[in-house]
């Protein structure tokens, strides 16, 4: 049978390899008319010549009509035998290819083109020539389809880093928008207090200006009063002079006094013993008692009058003895208030110098804080751009992330379209392809599950004690986990690099996790975190949109908590023709762009 096949491809190659030589078949039909023709006029020829003959030949007639109809039928039975081989011939060769690309063709045209097979190369012709275009096409359309995955892939998952970048950027643009606020707030208020500060510098630089005129007059009153005490320190030495001269002049007279009061008393002593004297002489001398009474008298009033003066100029002398000492404790205050005065006015003279240039720094001041305050205005003018334009991008930001979020929809939609065309070839469409297994083989483990008499359906989420995160229990729990258990690690193990592979219900309840994810439970939190997720709800938003996904495939990209990139392709399952849940199959992005 070989041979024979191998016979006909020889002879179809060689002689009736185009379409235009097949269907020259057909011209050997008309080698049967020929035959039909050269028969007629065969016998023809010999029934003529028996007419010619008579009655006699007529029994010869009738059996060479006989025998050319049954040459005729034969040749009739063979013209239409080869009628039907061409027939079933042409079909073979054209027919049959033919239906072979509207069949591909029909499943691309509803959305399940299986761009993997190619069409069989059966013949030699033009069929072969476009059975080898259409192998061309899909091996290119296995090439588009596998470069649309990997880029809508890369895509996805540059649109998760541009997403956790631009929630990044929006956050800090929020926080950065808030220290404006602040910032702008305070340069207001900066502002404010600079425009006082100014007004009070320059209220103080009048003010110290007005003080200063104030001072250097009071300097010049100071120095006036310095001066005018020297000049009473001097009145009052010259003072000082005339009381010791005084006292000197004070003390010579109380000298003469006391010699005239000597005198006096001599002279009443003398005026006495003339008395004596004169009474003695009796009559002749009573003139000269009287005479020396008189002189007696007069001395005795000049003694008495010199006492006085004695008195007085001691008293006058001690006078002159306190003035002296007062006037000393005044020339000593008066030297000791000069002394003060020259030291309140060298101070002065200093307070003056420092008033003169405290006046200059605030005049700088003044300027600087003219020149501060016009420069802070125009950094508040800045920081008034900065606040709004700090409006603009966090709206910027906002509006990046759902821009960001439509990417991600779209970049979804995309790989949803392109899962669902067979290339065979590639890490996502043996991922895709072995996933649409693993969902099918979980949907009989339900399905059997549902028969035996147990509610997959049950939503009695009951709390199992002292788990943290917090574990559940459900009526087909156990059973799914016997009969999935192998299912779940199969898939895990099939497609290379995944993360995990699960079915969860529309609650994102999941009972039976990966082998290496159901662990003893160690009390240890972060150790059970990772090492048991099993019978556990996964509520985050891009969980729950898996677990209530009902479109043929959901493939999710998002980063996790470890910084990883993951995949996360979901199908749905339905039990009963009612929507169950899906499967979940987490797979690095990586993983899905190998060959």
Known sequence: MNAFWRLYETVEETFFNSLSKKLSSFFLLFLLNLAFLATYFYY?????QLARQGAAAQGQIQSLLDKSFYVMVGLTLVSFAATIGLVFYLRFLIVRPVKGITHI??????????????????????????????????EKMRQIVSEVRKMSVVIAREAVHVKVRVEASATSAREQGDLT?????????????????????????????ANLAMARQSLQEMQEVAGKINSVNEKVLRFNHTVDDLS???????TIAALIRAIA??????????????ARAGEAGRGFAVVADEVRKLAERVNKATEEITGNITGMIDLVSNTRAENDEISTDIGQTREVVDRAAHQFEHMVEDFGKTSEALLQIASAMEELSATNGQVHDDVTVVHDLSGKVARHMEDSEQRTASLTSATEAIQELVSRFKIGQGAFDFAVNRARQFRDQVQDALEQIAHSGKDVFDRNYRPIPDTNPPKFRVVWGEDFSRLAQETLDSC????????????VNTDSYLSTHNQKFSQPLT?????????????????????MRAAQNKEAMLLQTYQRDTGEVLCDLAMPILVGGRHWGNIRVGVPTEALLTH
Do not use: M, W
């Open 492 to 503: 895990l193990r099939d497609i290379p690099g995944a993360a995990f592979a699960v079915a």
């Open 181 to 209: 606020d602040q910032v702008f707030t305070s340069s207001s208020e900066s502002t404010r207090a600079i425009e006082e500060v100014g007004s009070s510098t320059h209220a103080i630089s009048d003010s110290t200006a």
């Open 44 to 48: 023809i020829g010999d029934i003529e």
């Open 265 to 278: 008393d001599q002279t009443n002593l003398l005026a006495l013993n003339a008395a004596i004297e004169a």
């Open 105 to 138: 063709f029909n499943e691309i045209a509803r959305g399940e083109g299986d761009f993997s097979r190619n069409l069989p190369l059966i013949t030699h012709d033009e069929l072969r020539e476009l059975a080898e275009s259409y192998n061309r096409f899909a």
């Open 523 to 543: 009390g240890d939190y972060e150790k059970d975190l990772v090492g048991n997720r099993t019978c556990r709800k996964f509520e985050r938003p891009p969980e």
């Open 248 to 254: 000197q002049r004070s003390a010579s007279v109380n």
